[in-house]
């Protein structure tokens, strides 16, 4: 809802207050407001001119001379390129020197070798939206009124001197898509009363009973109709401050019919329609149910075909508008109107909504409907744009209006009790502060004995319980005011539970390594279900799936990984590191719901990092992927308790693939994709790992405990085996660090050989061993002796051999 400043002061005294402090205040109320739009910005030495002389321009066929009297000792002449610009026009001037919106400068200029001392300036050029300018002035400049005074700011006229607030509202608050609920809502914000505008005009002695008849069928679609008949209007353009009102509530102007229908539709919020009544055919209005496939033209000139879920005005036969939503080209107000019918009605929310939604056709009219109208201004609207017509359209009103009302609606009466809003706010508010809420909001409050039995009035349907009172008195005492307290049963604040710690540091440590999550569906084809799943397990299929894509519950979360990577790759993002924490479902046979399990996933591929100055890069490997899960069960501190081995598995590449191992269980696995599965899915070389990270973070891990650096030196010593080829070297690091006992603090394979002077079934690896002794420095002696023992070991277990 756009709101002019301007315009609401005419309905409520601002007090002074700022565009920006009210805009401040009415957001602490519990409306937001969006943005405060000042419609003269930037903008400068505009005034309203009159052409005295307009001639062709010597040298252009598409430019005129004009000679403009600006309010100054003399006129200035000015070359205007707009077509419509002719001689005794008031017209709006930038002078040399105006700043027009985006800061362009006005300057003396010579076009087609004529002087030019300013410019005529078109509504756009003023800084409004094309889309808002009537149609006869949107391809050239504005004409005011001949009653303006020549010299005099011509943005005031244009009522440009204003800032719009654009409300943010919540469905809940269809009271305030009027500027008479938005005065309402001021009024209760700043205690002020609210100033109702007047419906006052003169009669004519014919009685609009005999011109025009109403019948309802559909009347829960439309339990209130009101029509009223204005004769002898004279179709032209609405006065220009009603028409800058309508642009600064984003509404085009038309003509001074359609133009107060607006108007009356922005100020109470209550939609209007005019009807030709010459061009109706008939002197019967028919509200009903359309029949199927019946057909309208509304008024953009598209013909809809209709179904019986649509309410249709009719005038008894056709249709002639599509309720709540727009009118027929048929009845259409034209120039050529002298007799206008005024609509103005009640229609069902939902039925307006249908109609809407399935027409895609979505008006100022139909929003209203759709959140709800008050029922008691239909009346006080049709009356409002009566009066409005007869003033500035020169109609005559027939006396009395012809209706059928079978509406049903009671003021909703709602009772609270101090005690009740001050425990649920926290407050301590007395009963005096309470009850002056509900005065200023206009709300009809008996107090008794500090309980308020509140009347509220039509125009705010969202009231209904107790909780909606409390909740009204909160936003008008200020949520600012309200104290900040605990609950009185939060003996404890909530803490996460050891999982869930666990979990979040596992995210941040991906997140750390340069990983990117991302959430996929839970959802995969019956294909791909089993495709990388750590568990063998059951399929469960969905019995009415959305489509084949998506009909069975996945095992893995590698699938989807992988399309994501495939996504981005397609879009020129090549170097890939994601990762998913996600849930998988493994079904058991006999069993009718599978079990849910958490997994952790990731996919990595093209360049791991690359800095380009240093002409340095790395692509993603075996080593990189493994890397980044080493450091993330150091961080959880099962590194002693996690080993890899080499592994065989199904879509994966035979020797750049290794099982995980937890306390010497399978939990995962981490490889690269197999050639062929990389051709098929059209990706480059790419490493992929899944764990099972409901088993990993549940294992219970010692507490960190502090270990001093070392104030002694230690002795390193590095041995290169001969040992069969077929021998893992992890397993010989396994019998390295049991046989070295507490002073081997550190094992570090250097070197891999393979090839000349070794035999063929044979390799060598080198590791680098760190020995130390926290109290002493140790001597050759006993490093010695404790070496002797790891060799042995690694010669009977592996019949390892030094190389020598």
Known sequence: MLVSYNWLNEYVDLNGVSADELAERITRSGIEVEGVDVLNEGIKGVVIGHVLEREQHPNADKLNK???????????????????????????????????????????????????????????????????????????????????????????????N????????????????SMLGVAYEVGAILGNEVKWPKSSYDVSEEQASNYISVKVEAEEDNPLYVAKIVQNVKIGPSPLWMQTRLMAAGIRPHN?????????????????????YDRLGSKE??????????????????????????????????????????????????????????ESAYFKGTTVRRASKDHGLRSEASARFEKGIDPNRTHEAAERAAALMAEFAGGEVLEGSVEVNTISYEPKVVTTTLSKINSVLG?????????????????????????????????????TIEEDLVEEVARLYGYDNIPTTLPISA???????????????VRSFLEGAGLLQTITYSLTSKERAKQFAIEDGKEIVLAMPMSEERSTLRLSLVPHLLEVVQHNIARQTHANSIYEIGSVFVGKEGEELPEEKERLSGVLTG?????????????????????????????????????????????????????????????????????????????????????????????????????????????????????????PAGDLEKVIRTAGGSLLKEVRIFDLYEGDKIAEDKKSVAYSLRYYHPDHTLTDEEVTKVHEKVLTALEEQFGATLRS
């Open 491 to 505: 003996a404890t604040p909530g803490v996460l539970s050891t999982y869930q710690a666990k979990r979040r540091k």
């Open 162 to 177: 204003d800032y719009v607030l654009e409300l943010g509202l919540t469905p809940n608050r269809s009271d305030c898509l």
């Open 607 to 727: 360049l791991w990092h690359s800095h380009q100055w240093q002409g340095e890069k790395k692509a993603v490997d075996f080593y990189v992927a493994k890397g980044i899960l080493d450091g993330m069960f150091e961080m959880l501190g099962l590194t002693e308790r996690v080993t890899y081995r080499r592994a065989e598995l199904d879509r994966l590449h035979p020797g750049r693939t290794a099982e995980i191992l937890l306390n010497d269980d399978v939990v995962g696995y981490v490889g690269q994709l197999h050639p062929e599965t990389l051709k098929e899915l059209d990706l480059p070389e790419t490493y992929v790992f899944e764990l099972a990270l409901q088993t990993i973070l549940n294992i219970e891990t010692e507490e960190i405990k502090y270990e001093p650096i070392p104030r002694f030196p230690s002795i390193s010593r590095d041995i290169a085996l001969v040992i069969d080829r077929s021998t």
């Open 427 to 463: 407050t301590s508010v007395t009963a005096s502060e309470v009850k002056a809420i509900f005065e200023n909001l206009k709300f009809e409050v008996v107090e008794d004995n500090e309980t308020f039995t509140v009347t509220v009035p039509t125009r705010r349907g969202d009231i």
């Open 256 to 276: 001074n019919v359609v133009d107060i229908t607006n108007y009356i539709l922005l100020e109470y919020g209550q939609p209007l329609h005019a009807f030709d």
């Open 285 to 342: 209005i028919l509200v009903r149910r359309a029949t199927e496939k019946e057909k309208i033209v509304t008024l953009d000139d598209a013909e809809r075909t209709l179904s019986s879920e649509h309410l249709v005005i009719t005038n008894g036969t056709e249709p002639i508008a599509l309720a709540g939503v727009m009118g027929g080209l048929n009845s259409e107000v034209q120039s050529d109107t002298t007799t206008v019918l005024i």
């Open 66 to 160: 004009c000679l403009v009297d600006v309010g100054e000792e003399a006129p200035v002449q000015i070359i205007c390129g707009a077509p419509n610009v002719d001689k005794g026009q008031k017209v709006a001037v930038a002078k040399v020197g105006a700043v027009l919106p985006g800061n362009f400068k006005i300057k003396r200029a010579k076009l087609r070798g004529e002087e030019s001392n300013g410019m005529i300036c078109s509504l756009q050029e003023l800084g409004i939206e094309s889309k808002l300018v009537a149609k006869e002035f949107s391809e050239g400049i504005f004409v005011f009124p001949h009653d303006v005074e020549v010299g005099t700011d011509a943005l005031a006229y244009l009522s440009r």
